[in-house]
């Protein structure tokens, strides 16, 4: 049967494709031909063709479509007290159909005392949280707290500061907590915690990176689940948490590789959110085997669906997937979804508005086949 709470039976990650003169506004933003007013005004229109296209797609739950951030993670991040900008050449080496793909990310410095002094999205949330129509539940997605120490470890804390990580940890899941708790009084009952950590470390090549970095990269994975667990600790009633994993989304690439066979037991048994959104569109993801470990209180949403390119995936593919997926977990405790994010970092992915809206609609009509 359908669901009346989420995550629902057809949902998506949460961002979408920015209309070209949202990007141009932002250009026009950075080299000063408009203020910052004028581009809010701009964002708050976009965001509201963003909701009506959800709508209009079928789906129970809508996000602003991440339309206010350059970066799905970054600019969260950046937002926490302790936190600078720096800079650094360290590469990302993504993969694509065509061949390879370098990009240098922002990179970050714990410079000073990690916090929160303010609700970092709140304002985004309530925009989003008024414009919503009545049934549709607003949805707000923020990175992982291990994307904070994945994306720079231990190098990048100044241990002046904090000359421990335990004492890093303890003030970041704090802030989580804090941020937590805010955005639930604002009326957010459905917020996503983005994490492509826990599934790059399946891949051989992240966890040998990970070593070669100082950590203990067998049991990394273990680590960012505990303190994962610290930042929801308390959290409100009636809060709906779910995590996505992902291999890295950025103009059509990916970055690591490797089913969820390594990481899935502790994932699914001791990580304390409601839901997984899981990357499912090709055969980089693996077999549905890691399935078997979710316990029946936990829902998967499997990202059966392609955000990487615009061809529309046949509705006979997706009820074979889910009928393989079946085989490990029962098909009640499944929900569908995208593999990822159409634009994760404001560039997006190749496909097109039309192509974005076909795939989510697509979503919908085969969860009201198979559950409706």
């Known amino acids: ?84 900008k720096a800079q650094d050449n360290m590469k ?19 410079d000073g005392k990690l916090g929160l002094s303010e609700t970092i999205f709140g304002d985004d949330f309530t925009f989003l949280r008024d414009h919503v129509a009545d049934g549709v539940t607003p949805k707000l997605t923020i990175p992982s707290p291990s994307m904070v120490h994945y994306r720079g470890g231990a190098a990048a804390i100044d241990r002046d500061v904090y000359p421990d990580t335990e004492s890093f940890w303890a ?13 639930h009084e604002l009326g957010c009952t459905y917020l996503q915690l983005d994490d492509t950590s826990l599934a790059y470390l399946n891949d051989p090549e992240q966890r040998r990176t990970m070593a070669e970095r100082g950590e203990d990269s067998e049991h990394l994975h273990e680590a960012y689940i505990r303190h994962l667990n610290e930042a929801l600790a308390g959290r409100p009633e009636g809060m709906t948490v779910t995590t996505h994993m992902c291999r890295g989304n950025f ?81 009640d405790q499944v929900c569908i979804s995208p593999q990822c994010g159409f634009s994760s970092t404001f560039e997006g992915n190749s496909l097109s508005v039309d192509q974005e809206k076909a795939k989510l609609a697509l979503l919908v009509e085969v969860a009201d086949e198979v559950w409706g």
């Open 92 to 110: 990302v080496h993504f993969k694509n159909a065509a061949g390879e793909l370098d990009f240098t990310p922002a990179a970050l410095r714990i």
């Open 251 to 331: 103009r059509d690439s990916w970055v690591a590789e490797g089913g969820y066979d390594f990481v899935a037991e502790a994932l699914f048994n001791d990580l304390q959110v409601d839901g997984f959104f899981m990357e499912y569109d090709d055969e980089r993801s693996g077999t549905f085997e890691p399935l078997q470990h979710v316990p029946p209180d936990k829902l998967v949403v499997l990202g059966l669906v392609t955000t990487k390119h615009g061809e529309l995936e046949s509705k006979d593919t997706l009820k074979a997937r889910l009928d393989d997926a079946s085989k490990y977990v029962d098909l």
């Open 1 to 84: 049967m359908l669901r009346t709470t989420p995550p629902f039976r057809a949902d998506h990650v949460g961002s979408l494709l920015r209309p070209r003169h949202l990007l141009q506004a932002r250009e026009d933003h950075a080299s000063g031909r408009i203020d910052a007013a004028e581009l809010r005004r701009l964002e708050d229109a976009a965001i509201e063709d963003a909701i009506a296209l959800q709508r209009e797609a079928g789906l129970q739950s809508a996000t602003d479509g991440e339309f206010r951030r350059g970066s799905w993670h970054m600019d969260f991040i950046y937002r926490l007290d302790g936190v600078s």
């Open 171 to 183: 003030d970041l899941t704090a802030a989580y907590r804090e941020q937590v708790r805010r955005v």
